[in-house]
């Protein structure tokens, strides 16, 4: 007792003789800088929201309402505003007049509205410091006083644990100091404008919420300024803490203007993409804003990727606010895709820290690892083991993407480690990883996890023997790069052979010791789909079965099917709506060329955006409901992955490899899209920007590269399978060119050499009839009810449309060139629009339609 109030005097005489300059409290107003992604809607109570930098967090919901994390610390929670106007002693709760939330990158402010005053409070978490800035803008007709409540809680995350905390109100500092006993970890917390309302314990943390007053007496001083709140913390020295805080107060408007910069650089230094459709380039803009909210410079273990935000609570763990390896080689292809290439070196060499001696990968690691001996006393770290393949994988596609080569020196032994640690995990010879000795792969828990193989690590494992292959050979280790790829031969063979079932004509889930299928209805084959490694025809009835409702669903793919004995739509493993398995499906159709179904669910996963958390995607949904779990992560990052990788990679076609010095741009973009630009797309040096134009029987592409000495451009744009190419012109001279041909579309394909000048591609095409993709918006609450597109299969002129629908509903499905129909069944023409009824079969289920057009490549007739 005598130690902690001796301490808490120290701490006193320390923070209590720096005195702030004299001052009102308040800081002129300046201007929040009009931003095209601001996201705009009423205020939703339990809502989440976030502000998130490297050091810093507030987490919250659209009450206003919050907790801030200094990594590792959580230093408060339940943070809330009420109002009193005038003399009144009736508190008006943030809760009971919040009005709207207004979402931009470098800042978000809640509205609150009563009768007599508006305040509007804007949330500002630095990128760089461990603090963050509200600033309060009030309009009031009356005198206003705003508390400010709050419990103090200064522990670090879970598992770790601190004791001795307590908190008290420096008046000299206008603000709490939270703090314990061993002086190691602070948070303050308060205003230059406020005062103390609470008394605290000298020795413990109140059980009452701490308090603080800000009153405005006479409005009109507050007008065109800004009232602040400013909250600093974290583990070090005290007086290294209090400059965080006096440095927030120097000037908020720079370090605003920092965020601006920050995010602006972001958006505009990586891939831009510019599509018809707006709501999709907000999610792709937002996508990578929530990725950059999930690097950590955590003062204790450095610099990484944690997999998602969310708020704690009472408990210890923000969602997943710590870093886990898979998640960060998952959400690697995203940001390499888009040119993130130093972030994404940074965070695979921050994995390489925590590999383990034998090589494998470390799964999870606490960010509060600096207080506790995590690795020793807890099993968490090397739970899983599709982590270490994954990891070959994903510096492979970092490295084709960015060229750095030098980065495959540096982490030789760690990448020769890990490929050994995935061979001695086939004990049984067949060349696929074997779960049982590995550890866990597709699955956590329940009834399929006790298997040999999965589908999903084997997968991984088939990719990562390729990647070392590939590594190897490109720094000249040419005898491991032949023994990686027989492993790569005899790991796909193995594949293809183990997971086909040729009854059902659909790679299954896994199969157990005796080799026999466990033949669940799942889409973690699509990871190996995604990566061509099923042979074509079984890969199509593969991801035709995922198509249908049994797997998809308005908003996303179910993990198992909803008819398998297993299903639970609420079971995060068996039967709930994941939006990060729902990319690798989606990418999976586009590298298929089912670019009708791959749209749809890029879509609707993008739509995800603008739901829950403002600009940021949920962990999982229900299965049945488009809702999700009270559980569920708001901010997570394998999530966003499921707007980036497939837009990326399938829709726009874009894929770069620094080994070969080539580029693809194969897009897929719907018929319906007159104009496109890709801008600022980078694979090693070069960076190349594209414009897309489509009329009516021409495709026109303007490349412009810049640094791309010695590339060359693979360019394939995909049009409907019914068109008829007719000529290709490269700067206006006809050029030789091979088409492929597939299910879905046609692709003119042409190698072009990229210099310095803008290239122009024009494209002749006949054109004929074209379906467009289904675009659902399903409501919260909805259940599974849209049209699903199976497949379409053009031959000659006939085009066969196979879909899913509730039985006895009527649908519609949008076409273009409708004028070259000749004969229809199965549908009637309305307008530019097939109008249908699904046949009557068990009510509320799924039943299969087919439609049929005869198509007439020449003169059009009117409807």
């Not at 902690?4 to 009102?24: E, H, K, M, Y």
């Not at 459709?277 to 273990?301: E, H």
């Not at 592409?701 to 010695?710: A, G, T, Y």
Request: aromatic share 12%; glycine share 8%; with cysteine.
């Amino acid at each position: 007792m005598k130690k902690t109030i001796i301490i808490l005097l120290l701490f006193v005489l320390l923070f209590g003789s720096t005195i702030l300059p004299a001052q009102d409290g308040l800081i002129p107003a300046f201007n929040f800088q009009p931003n095209d992604l601001t996201l705009h809607r009423i205020a939703r109570l339990g809502s989440p929201f976030d502000k998130a930098g490297r050091k810093f967090a507030i987490l919250g919901d659209e009450s206003g309402s919050f907790e801030a994390w200094a990594y590792p610390l959580k230093l408060i929670r339940n943070f809330t505003f009420s109002f009193f106007v005038g003399s009144s002693i009736r508190p008006i709760p943030a809760s009971d007049i919040v009005r709207y939330i207004d979402v931009s990158p470098e800042a978000t402010t809640l509205t609150y509205t009563y009768q007599s005053f508006t305040v509007k409070a804007t949330y500002i978490t630095p990128v760089n410091e461990p603090g963050a800035i509200i600033l309060l803008e009030i309009d009031s007709t009356e005198p206003l006083s705003i508390v400010c409540s709050f419990l103090p809680v200064l522990q670090p995350m879970w598992p770790a644990g601190l004791g001795g905390q307590y908190a008290f109100w420096d008046n000299n500092l206008k603000a709490y100091i939270i703090s314990e006993s061993t002086g190691k970890n602070h948070g303050l917390i308060g205003s230059p404008a406020a005062s103390g309302l609470s008394y605290t314990p000298a020795h413990m943390l109140s059980d009452a919420a701490s308090e603080f007053k800000i009153t405005i007496s006479n409005p009109d001083n507050v007008k065109d300024k800004y009232v602040p709140i400013y909250l600093a913390g974290g583990q070090g020295k005290h007086a290294d803490i209090l400059k965080v805080y006096k440095k927030l107060q120097n000037n908020p408007e720079d370090i605003y203007k920092k965020n601006l910069e920050h995010f602006r650089l972001l958006r505009e230094e990586t891939l831009q993409i510019k599509t018809p459709d707006k709501q999709l380039n907000l999610a792709f803009a937002w996508a990578k804003v929530a990725f950059d909210n999930l690097i950590v410079d955590n003062p204790l273990l450095g610099k990484g990727m944690i997999a998602g935000l969310g708020a704690s609570g009472s408990s210890g763990r923000p969602g997943f606010g710590w870093f886990f390896g898979g998640d960060t080689y998952i959400n690697s292809f995203s940001l390499s895709g888009y040119g993130a290439f130093q972030t994404v070196r940074d965070v695979l060499a921050f994995t390489q820290k925590w590999q383990r001696k034998d090589g494998k990968m470390s799964h999870e690691l606490s960010q509060a690892e600096g207080y506790i001996d995590w690795w020793n006393d807890y099993h968490y770290g090397y739970i899983h083991g599709d982590t270490t393949p994954y990891y070959l994988a994903a510096v492979y596609d970092y490295v084709r993407m960015s060229g750095d080569k030098e980065f495959i020196i540096e982490s030789w032994d760690s990448l020769k480690r890990a490929f050994a640690w995935c061979l001695s995990t086939d004990a049984n010879g067949d060349g696929l990883m074997d779960n049982s000795k590995a550890g866990l792969g597709a699955l956590e828990y329940g009834a399929l996890i006790g298997i040999e193989s999965d589908i999903y690590m084997s997968a991984v494992w088939v990719r990562a023997a390729y990647a070392m292959a590939k590594l190897a050979d490109s720094v000249g280790k040419k005898a491991l790069s032949a023994k990686a790829s027989e492993y790569y031969k005899k790991a796909k063979k193995a594949f293809n052979e183990k997971f086909w079932d040729e009854e059902n004509q659909f790679y299954v889930y896994a199969f157990n010791k005796k080799g026999k299928h466990v033949k669940e209805i799942s889409p973690w084959n699509a990871v190996g789909l995604m990566w061509h490694l099923g042979t074509p025809e079984r890969s199509l009835k593969s991801l035709e079965k995922l198509s249908s409702a049994e797997l998809t669903t308005d908003w996303g793919i179910r993990s198992i099917s909803r008819k398998s004995s297993y299903f639970q739509p609420l079971n995060y493993n068996y039967g709930a709506v994941w939006p990060f398995i729902t990319s690798w499906v989606t990418t999976a159709l586009y590298k298929h060329h089912l670019s009708l179904q791959g749209y749809t669910l890029l879509k609707s996963t993008a739509g995800h955006t603008f739901e829950h958390a403002l600009g940021y995607l949920t962990e999982v949904f229900s299965g049945t409901l488009y809702a999700w779990p009270q559980e569920s992560v708001s901010h997570q990052g394998f999530s966003t992955a499921g707007v980036i990788l497939p837009l990326i990679r399938g829709l726009a076609g874009l894929e770069g490899d620094t080994f070969a010095k080539t580029l693809t741009f194969a897009p897929h973009f719907p018929a319906d899209w007159e104009h496109v630009t890709l801008n600022n797309y980078k694979v090693g040096q070069a960076v190349v920007s594209f414009d897309y134009k489509r009329s009516k029987n021409k495709i026109q592409i303007d490349i412009k590269p810049e640094s791309s000495k010695d590339y060359s451009l693979h360019l394939a744009p995909a049009l409907s399978a019914g068109n008829k190419i007719q000529a290709l012109h490269i700067n206006g001279n006809p050029a030789e060119f091979e088409i492929s041909r597939n299910a879905q579309v046609i692709q003119p394909e042409v190698n072009i050499p990229l210099k310095s000048e803008l290239i122009r591609c024009e494209i002749d095409f006949t054109p004929s009839v074209e379906i467009l993709a289904v675009i659902l918006s399903p409501r919260i609450g909805d259940k599974d009810q849209g049209l699903k597109i199976i497949s379409l299969l053009t031959k000659n002129s006939s085009l066969t449309l196979k879909v899913e629908g509730l039985s006895g509903k009527e649908y519609s499905i949008r076409l273009l060139n409708c004028g070259l129909i000749e004969n229809l069944e199965g549908a009637e023409l309305d307008s530019n629009k097939l109008r249908f009824r699904i046949p009557h079969g068990i009510p509320g289920e799924f039943v299969r339609h087919t439609i049929k057009i005869k198509a007439e490549n020449g003169k059009q007739k009117n409807f």
